[in-house]
């Protein structure tokens, strides 16, 4: 290669590098999507353990996610060093014990999530580089450049690579692992051979389903020595050269396995038993929580249209289109074989696209298998699909080059090839950085999509800790969310999960004492889609007006309601709900009345559950009465809230309000009205009483309830 030549090469590279690099190296700090916490977290614990030497302890999932722990650990070194010295020890991924000790040393969480996200992206970058130096030789330089510029714009690559998470490196690592075999099968290149092997050892330490590169591998090199090991008189000698590099292959790749993990150091049996015992259960099990599939709620397997829906969906018209004059470009060019092509090249190209189109189906086919299916399962094929449908662009642009005299040679192909990269760009970018916001705008786009599949992983819910951590008492807003998985990163008050609600065991009371504790929800857009919270608290927040909603691309995403401008839910309060502020200060949460008919001359108590919600300057008097027909007033109480005055009372506190009252003798039988006021002892003005539910004011005193009184 000459050196003009060769610095060509490496120029194009660096620039296909730079353009995988941008849409997935900016602004990594932004939000955090599910289970990043936890990675994090298990990097935390893996560098703990390099540290100490306690290598069994680097086996922290049976994923294993081991290269995912590595960048994670290296974001650690980078950012906050001092963390081995710092934590006491290993920390449970499960909870935020990681996040208490990163903060009381002035670390921030998503700094450190940053940071390992900015390694594991170059990894990736790097990764992607060099499978597209194989595709170059492979594939042809223009085919190569163009599938690659393709799948540095495709959105869900994009979305799942920018993540300290599996998907985005495994799906590189075995796209290399695949090319740089083929590689090594058309070139002789033993330098290939070790890449994938390398490669595949890694995919391999990053997440399980990736094994799967052992029988595709071995299956491409069969497929490439076919006519050779079925020919009787060269196939002994055809044998050692098929089996051979097979052999150096999965031992290279077993070899990278055993260094690249410590655990397996020193506990290597025990270690792959847990690896392969957990992740078939993995596989097989069902989804831990429900998901959302094609309108319904699921808890089991989702069934067989699952990924290839997802892959409609999370595809793009450019790599739909380009698929199609794939096909469409494999059957004229048999036909009608270019002559400035040989036959060699063209039949070494064909191999590839074939290769990859195998390694994408029987992939699908292999992940379709478990009853446990999420889309971002699907990322390793989205790269040999995009390569393939970069094939079909080049070719449609030769053919309109070959039938376009007047185009000038030196610019038809990059004129022509530049309208499917800018058009990809332009659908991926558009959603930057909320890349997993992108649906296919043919099938109808985000709004249409939240109707097939499941949306939310975090995106969002940055804006959310925005809009609360702007708020004067941010510190100390309490807000309510489902999971504090994503927002524990950013939120600067204290989250708390509806995991209270749930609990069987607490009494009503105590959950309605807790509930009047927030400040705040958080309802996400899987919340009630996935319908993640009982359908009864997603009905009480349906029937409340937002404070504040969130939207990305004019889809909404969250809700942040007020707590403190709203109604017990009815299924937490003790006895039945208040609806009724007064003067902005005193809020009725529950109450609780007799609920059978009174006897005259009976004794019952009323009890009021009062909350202080503002400001209360100086004592307030209520006014307590049971009312009948033509304003007949049977009994009053006039004074104090029992307890204490409400000039003492602090803000939020609850205070149970009761009374005893006695039915006098010579009441005449019928319905009877519970009123309740609040007034200044001094001038004798009422409080203003406020609807919650209506946001009006309503008529005073207000009619809390009515008794029904009987004779004896």
Same mark, same amino acid.
């Given at each position: ?19 995988i ?34 290598f ?5 999932r049976?994923?294993p996610? +081991? ?18 010295h ?5 920390v ?44 170059m ?12 510029g393709l ?52 995919a ?11 029988p ?10 076919r ?15 098929? +089996? ?13 396995? +055993?260094?690249g993990?410590?655990?397996? $150091? ?5 270690t ?39 892959y ?10 380009g ?13 009608n ?9 063209r ?10 189109l ?44 070959l ?42 786009g985000l709004?249409?999509?939240s ?12 804006? %959310? ?39 069987s ?6 959950k ?23 359908p ?36 937490l309060?003790?006895?039945?709900p ?14 609780e ?9 009976e ?11 503002g ?8 006014k307590?009465? %049971? ?14 809230? $029992? ?7 602090q803000?939020?506190?609850? $205070? ?11 009441t ?15 001038t004798?003005?009422?409080? +203003? ?11 005073d ?9 009987i004779?004896?």
């Open positions: 290669m000459a050196a003009s030549t060769r610095l060509n090469h490496w120029l194009l590279l660096g620039l296909a590098a730079v353009a690099w941008l849409p997935r190296g900016l602004q990594l700090g932004r939000y955090v999507t599910d289970d990043e916490q936890k990675w994090l977290a298990r990097s935390a614990n893996f560098y703990w353990a390099l540290d100490h030497a306690d069994a302890a680097t086996r922290q049976e994923h996610g +081991v290269t995912v722990m590595w960048a994670g650990a290296l974001g650690f070194l980078w950012r906050y060093a001092d963390y081995v710092d934590a006491p020890g290993l449970d991924w499960g909870d935020n014990e990681m996040d208490k000790i990163v903060r009381a040393h002035g670390q921030q969480p998503l700094q450190l999530l940053a940071a390992g996200r900015a390694v594991l992206v170059l990894a990736i970058t790097l990764t992607l580089a060099l499978a597209l130096r194989y595709a030789a492979l594939l042809g330089t223009k085919t190569a450049l163009v599938g690659f799948l540095a714009f495709d959105p869900f690559h994009i979305a799942l690579s920018r993540l300290l998470h599996l998907d985005g490196l495994v799906s590189s690592l075995m796209l290399l692992a695949v090319l740089a075999f083929l590689a090594f099968l058309q070139h002789e290149n033993s330098s290939a051979l070790l890449v994938s092997a390398a490669a595949a050892g890694l391999w330490l990053t997440k399980t389903p990736a094994f799967f590169l052992i595709l591998i071995g299956l491409t090199a069969l497929l490439y020595q006519s050779a090991l079925f020919n009787r008189k060269v196939w002994r000698a055809q044998l050692l050269r098929f +089996v051979w590099p097979l052999l150096g292959w999965g031992l290279i790749a077993l070899a990278v396995y +055993v260094i993990w410590p655990a397996m $150091w020193v506990q290597p049996l025990r792959l038993r847990y690896v392969f015992s957990e992740s078939l259960a993995y596989a097989t099990g069902t989804h831990v929580s429900q998901i959302y599939f094609n309108g319904r709620v699921l808890s089991g397997d989702p069934g067989l249209l699952f990924y290839p829906l997802v409609l969906w999370r595809s793009t018209p450019v790599i739909w289109i698929l199609l004059l794939a096909v469409l470009e494999l059957f004229w060019s048999r036909a074989p270019p002559l400035e092509e040989p036959s060699k090249a039949s070494a190209r064909e191999f590839t696209l074939a290769i990859l195998l390694f994408a189906v029987s992939y699908g086919l292999l992940i379709t298998v478990g009853a446990k299916k999420l889309d971002r399962y699907l990322l390793p094929i989205f790269a040999p699909l995009d390569l393939v449908a970069a094939l079909g662009w080049l070719g449609l642009a030769n053919r309109v080059r039938q376009k005299r007047s185009f000038k040679t030196s610019f038809a192909l990059p004129v022509l090839l530049t309208v499917p990269l800018i058009w990809q760009a332009g659908l991926a970018l558009n959603t930057f950085p909320y890349f997993l916001t992108y649906f296919n705008p043919w099938l109808g709004a249409k999509a109707h097939v599949l499941m949306l939310g992983r975090g995106e969002g819910l940055d804006l %959310v800790a925005a809009y609360l951590n702007a708020k004067p008492e941010a510190a100390t807003l309490k807000t309510l969310v489902t999971s504090t998985d994503n927002l524990v990163y950013s939120s600067q008050g204290p989250l708390v999960t509806t995991s209270f609600i749930k609990n065991e607490m009494p009503t009371r105590e309605m004492l807790r509930w009047l504790t927030l400040d705040t929800a958080v309802i996400y857009v899987n919340d009630w889609q996935r319908q993640v919270a009982p009864a608290f997603l009905d009480f927040f349906a029937s409340l007006q937002p404070e504040q909603r969130i939207r990305i691309n004019n889809f909404e995403y969250a809700r942040i309601y007020n707590l403190r401008q709203s109604p017990v839910p009815p299924f309060a003790a006895g039945a208040g609806y009724i502020t007064w003067g902005q200060a005193i809020r009725l949460a529950a109450y009345l007799p609920t059978t008919s009174l006897k005259v001359g004794r019952f108590t009323t009890l009021f559950y009062l909350q202080n919600v400001p209360i300057a100086h004592n307030l008097n209520e307590i009465r %049971v009312v009948g027909p033509n304003n007949h007033e049977v009994a009053k109480v006039d004074g104090w809230p $029992w307890g204490a005055p409400t000039s003492t009372w803000r939020y506190d609850v $205070w149970p309000d009761g009374h005893e009252f006695t039915i006098p003798t010579d005449p039988a019928g319905s009877y009205r519970v009123e309740l006021s609040f007034y200044e002892p001094v004798f003005d009422h409080l +203003v009483a406020v609807d919650l539910r209506t946001r009006q004011t309503t008529s005193p207000v009619v809390i309830a009515e008794l029904k009184v004779e004896q």
